[in-house]
């Protein structure tokens, strides 16, 4: 298991949260045919099928110990499983602008817990970083087309919802909780197992996590309702939920502390905001190319290497 350079783990990371972006963002017609649970489902399944031969246990891998197994276990339950539904359900309790501002807290989230659990010292420039990253989130968020109208947290949400728009914020955070572990977690994998392994044994998981509430989804889903479109972005959309975008985060994080590996969540939504553009055909105001620009700057920061870093935020020139 050769590590890569600096320079591919950040490539690794950067495309990984990047291709996140782009799923979520032509993934938006799955979630309007297809239920939940069935959804996750059949993306774990086809994920599966795709890395039959990931599974396959290494001659060079040591064997698994027991805390290995359950390290794997709560990467899939957190990262996978819960995260998707406090995600899905804290949206439909609130608004996607409250939705964007809480999880502009996912880099600081990752950097605390790898602080706390990994033991990990986080260099100042990180702390700013990480503190771009937040503000360049928010800042998106607040400047979205709702933001003007949507009101407080739930004031867009159903009648019979909108006064659960606190556990609907409650759930986000909970979100926001799980993808952190999920970062801290995989940090801690990548010292065991290899990436394909990790992202292999995961995805069963999330398979057999899923598969109850999927089947009865199943059971009363008209299948032949579904067109030929939906079905290929359906695949799309597994492949990359389950396979590329965990590998390519996983080899990254060999490499790279959590922490400033967390930074990099700051490319989900600016990629599913440019695929919304170029694909959707969507626009952006002034603010989101403001907002992208301090996210943007936030992983320049977190990446540059030490001198070069210390001699853009100074001005010098030695």
């Known amino acids: 298991m050769t590590a890569p350079s600096r320079t591919v783990a950040y490539l690794c990371l950067a495309l990984s949260m990047s291709l996140v972006g782009s799923y979520v963002a032509l993934s938006k017609p799955l979630a309007a045919v297809l239920p939940v649970f069935l959804l996750a489902w059949m ?40 995260f998707t539904a406090c995600m899905i359900y804290g949206v439909s309790l609130t608004n ?7 999880m502009a807290s996912m880099p600081a989230a990752v950097a605390v817990m790898s602080w706390a659990f990994l033991r990990e010292k986080v260099a100042p420039r990180t702390w700013v970083a990480v503190g771009c990253a937040v503000v360049g989130i928010a ?26 728009a606190w556990l609907g914020q409650l759930l986000l955070l909970g979100a926001v909780v799980c993808e952190a572990a999920y970062s801290v977690i995989g940090k801690k994998l990548t010292g065991a ?35 030929w479109g939906t079905w290929l972005l ?29 930074v990099f969540t700051v490319l989900l939504p600016v990629s599913a905001a440019l695929v919304g553009v170029l694909v959707l055909g969507e626009s952006l105001s002034g603010l989101q190319l403001l907002a992208f620009g301090i996210a943007l700057a936030s992983v320049l920061l977190a ?16």
């Open 43 to 82: 993306r774990f399944g086809i994920g599966g099928l795709a890395m039959l031969h990931w599974l396959k246990k290494p001659a060079d891998e040591p064997p698994m110990t027991a805390q290995t197994r359950r390290l794997l276990f709560l990467e899939s339950f957190l990262g996978n499983f819960l």
């Open 193 to 227: 197992l290899g990436p394909k392994r990790i992202t292999s044994i995961i995805n069963l998981w999330g398979f057999t996590l899923s598969m109850p509430l999927g089947l009865y989804a199943a059971w009363h889903f008209d299948f032949a309702a579904v067109g």
């Open 96 to 102: 996607a602008v409250s939705a964007g501002v809480t």
């Open 234 to 262: 359906l695949v799309f959309y597994a492949l990359a939920a389950s396979i590329w975008t965990v590998w390519l985060w996983m080899t990254g994080l060999r490499v790279v502390p959590a922490a400033q590996g967390g």
């Open 139 to 164: 800042l998106f968020a607040l400047a979205s087309p709702s933001a003007g109208h949507a009101g407080p947290a739930g004031a867009d949400a159903p009648a019979g919802k909108a006064d659960l």
């Open 303 to 318: 990446t540059l290497p030490s001198r070069l870093a210390w001699r853009v935020g100074t001005g010098s020139r030695r």
